[in-house]
């Protein structure tokens, strides 16, 4: 589990970060906070010739609010600065409780919000050290050709297991994405690929600058239920992250994102036209429940089985509406 060697590069500006990834292509690895990345490299999970440290890049650590414009978080904010911001908790309370559940508190000062959204998908057949990977005949993921959570398939598996991405999604944000073409806007549901391997849509020659989240989803009301082994430090084993506004009683807009079940965080497309206009009961809740474990797809990739995971969704979705309906008083 040593270090394997590498340059590393400090630029302190994006387009020398870009320079920095046009020169060495696949050779380079992106590296900001380092709370995932260097666990991966000491387990052999990547060679990098080149590591491009974005942490010099200080223009990309504010976070900024405005009426118009919204929530904007540069990619290197920590989530310590997530979590504790007053304009992040005040407007978009969903996403500052996400980030304040992510690891520990040290790990929380290093790691990054653009790292967080940018994570490599998790398994127990990968997160592993080069020799377990090697005594089970690797994986589709690395190094092998067969995924032992589907091994009559041709698709990896491994589940994205970052904290903060359902809450975004949730949120309606987007991402602001530098490369060699200058800058593009992505909504953040667009980004992922929900392919274990191939997780997200950012070309190699490319950084995440900047996500963004709009005005109009300030100061709705939203929570985040995370299933976790240790409380104090784990990734999640499965996530609910749920945004709500309700005006006299009857639901106005509702988004509902899912972490660490699938390949990649996703929407429950259904929570929205079933809640809108709607009056909560305990019915509307179970209808809601049965869409998230319709959408939710947790497979034998980590220690907890399936099945508790897939019922920690219907707890935490049944929770998450209960909480918010009641914040709301409507019942
Ligand atoms: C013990 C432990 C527990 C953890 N628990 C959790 C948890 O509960 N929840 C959770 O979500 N995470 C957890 N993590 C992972 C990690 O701490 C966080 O996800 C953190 O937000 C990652 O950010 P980082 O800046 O450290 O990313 P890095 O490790 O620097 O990078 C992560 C990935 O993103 C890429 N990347 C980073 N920044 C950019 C950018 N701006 N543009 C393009 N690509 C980029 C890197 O190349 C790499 O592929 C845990 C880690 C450890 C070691």
């Not at 304009?87 to 508190?105: C, E, K, W």
């Not at 991405?165 to 530098?178: N, R």
């Not at 005006?247 to 390949?263: H, M, S, T």
């Not at 929205?272 to 009961?281: A, D, I, P």
Request: net charge positive; charged share 25%.
């Amino acid at each position: 589990m040593s270090m394997p060697s590498f340059a590393l590069v400090r630029p302190r500006a994006v387009d020398e970060a870009l320079e920095h990834l046009a020169r060495h292509g696949a050779e380079a690895m992106l590296v900001a906070g380092g709370t995932d990345v260097v666990p991966n490299l000491r387990a052999g999970l990547f060679s990098p010739r080149v590591v491009v440290d974005l942490k010099g890049l200080g223009d990309l650590s504010g976070i900024t609010f405005d009426r118009e414009r919204g929530l904007e978080i540069g990619a290197l904010a920590t989530l310590t600065a997530v979590a504790e911001s007053q304009l992040v908790r005040q407007h978009y309370p969903v996403l500052a409780q996400a980030a304040g559940t992510v690891a520990s508190p040290v790990l929380r000062n290093m790691g990054t919000l653009g790292g967080n959204l940018c994570l490599e998908t998790r398994c127990r057949w990968y997160n592993q050290s080069y020799f377990w990977r090697q005594s089970c005949g690797f994986c589709l993921k690395k190094d092998g050709t067969v995924c032992h959570v589907a091994p009559g398939g041709k698709r990896c598996w491994a589940v994205w297991s970052g904290d903060t991405a359902g809450a975004l999604l949730a949120l309606d944000a987007e991402i602001e994405i530098a490369g060699p073409a200058g800058r593009r806007r992505l909504s953040l549901t667009d980004f992922y690929k929900n392919d274990g391997v191939d997780r997200i849509h950012l070309g190699r020659g490319e950084i995440l600058t900047r996500i963004l989240v709009p005005a109009t989803m300030a100061g709705y009301r939203g929570t985040y239920h995370k299933l976790r082994i240790r409380n104090s430090i784990d990734y999640p084993l499965a996530g609910v992250a749920l945004v709500v506004k309700v005006e006299d009683g009857v639901c106005r807009d509702a988004r509902l994102g899912l972490v660490a079940v699938n390949p990649a965080p996703v929407l429950v497309r259904e929570v929205e036209s079933l809640l809108v206009g709607q009056r909560f009961t305990p019915e509307l809740t179970e209808a809601v429940v049965q869409a998230v474990v319709r959408t939710g797809k947790p497979l034998t990739t980590s220690m907890s089985t399936p099945e508790y995971r897939r019922e920690m969704l219907r707890v935490f979705s049944r929770r998450a509406l209960r909480e918010l309906w009641r914040e709301n008083g409507s019942h």
